[in-house]
């Protein structure tokens, strides 16, 4: 138990010191996710509210499956890009595998299916009531569905962040895409993992209270954008 | 009806998790005994093969854990685990010295430190052989080969690369070894300049994928033996330095002081030197590989007792 204790007191050393390894993985981590999550985003948001606004065969079946890849195991995607990236794999020509690169495609794969969901059940909060009666006071079409995209917006922002947290706490994928090579694909999970492996449980405590401080940063920033 | 069958559902999901929560603790259990074993000795399967044998032979159930050398002698300190099975002499030492290994009985001998089989290490890399390390042979081509690939990395960062293990594993503290006896001050002018010329890459994780790493980027390695035996069919790696005398590789079992189970320790101690066991560790893998993974303990290699 003295190792949780030990793991605080060295995050908070490793924090004041600015530990030069230790910034550079967490800024890493963060660089990676968050051009996962902001790819990710651009996709699904627009693809989402597509989904949601359109009326067509198999929309259920297409939102249940969705729904079902949220559980999508991150080494499942992993495998699934290491075959693919591989140097006998059909994309091998690209020389992705082990690279940050093949990280952000691994995460952004991980999280569309959430934010793809979640977007869809966001703009479904949206109550009914209000493009009717934004339609029926003489509204457009396109100018219902912007109404109805701004009203969803918190809930939107929502599945970001979670599609976010989901992507820079992810560990079986970064390991397997980008192979934990110190200088080059090193995140803070999979140092975590490493020390974890090599019996530094304190450092290994100590750099999660890491990762968990950075996610505080991040939402203290995101939540004062909702305020505004 | 329409709310009823999810609910329905709900139930039958909720009663089956129950079942299978409560079936789990009802059974009479044989005796637990809980080992973390270097990733070599898992990944070429030894274990598995042998883990049914001793089940068998003393009623227990063998608990496993495939982990580096570094994280099983920590989970053996704080005995989580009852017996290790490392090979890292001088982490084996310190782990002895710090009191954390009890006394076994081998062949009527006392020891702390239970030597139980032996292969070697091997550097592989590419089949081109960018630096030209596979003419090299003598009591010193690995400590050569090394200098090779760090005169020939720091030239040509894109076609001469190592990958390391780099997670203080018992085959990292080997890397470590060579470069040192090989003239190299291991922090400065291998991870520190390595890394930044390019050729240096540290992997951070288990034997298997850092094969898996080497062969994608067509760099050098090294590995024990049995393990790039096990990989081989998957690989375009070849072995290059195969002689050495550093390259010796000694597997040994310690039964942890904090364990729970010492009887049952040392009855797995017991069976890794029995006889027919040891014929058995000397014919692993022979049919699929053409050679053994393994050599069986000997005392002029391994040491006494």
Known sequence: MTEIWDGLTKAVQLLISLDPAVMEVAGRSLTISATACLLASLICIP??????????????VLINIIQTLFSVPTVLVGLFLLVLLSRSGPLGELRLLFTPTAMVIGQMILITPLL??????????VSKEIADTATSLGASGSQAIRLVLKEARYAVLAAVMLGFARAISEVGCALMVGGNIRGATRVITTVISLEAGKGNL??????????????????????????? | MKVIAPRIALIVLVLTLLVTVLGCSGQTEPEVLRVATTTSLYDTGLWDYLEDI????????LQIQAKGTGIALELGMNGDVDVVTVHDPLKEAAFVAGGYALNATVDGNS???VTWAYNYFIIVGPASDPAGVGSLTGSLAPEEAFQKIQQEGALDPDTVRFVSRGDESGTHGKEKAIWASAGYNYTEDIVGNGTADGWYIEAGTGMGATLVMADELMAYTLTDKGTFLAYQGDLDLVPLVETGDIMLNVYTAMICTNGVN???????VTFLRAPEI????????????????????????????
């Open chain 1, 202 to 228: 304190e450092l290994a405590i100590a750099l999660g209270m890491i990762l968990l401080l950075l996610a505080l940063i991040i939402n203290i920033v995101l939540n004062r954008l909702q305020q505004r």
């Open chain 1, 116 to 125: 793809l969901g979640l977007t869809i059940s966001a703009l479904s909060g």
């Open chain 2, 54 to 61: 001793f089940e068998d032979r003393y009623d227990a159930d």
């Open chain 2, 278 to 305: 040891q014929a058995l560790i000397a014919g692993y893998g022979v049919p699929e590989y053409g050679e053994p993974l393994f050599y069986p303990w000997d005392p002029e290699i391994c040491g006494l007792p």
């Open chain 2, 111 to 113: 020891t702390a430190r």
């Open chain 1, 47 to 60: 693809l989402g509210s597509l989904i949601h606004f359109h009326h067509f065969r198999g929309k259920r």
């Open chain 2, 262 to 268: 010492p009887g049952m320790a040392q009855n797995l």
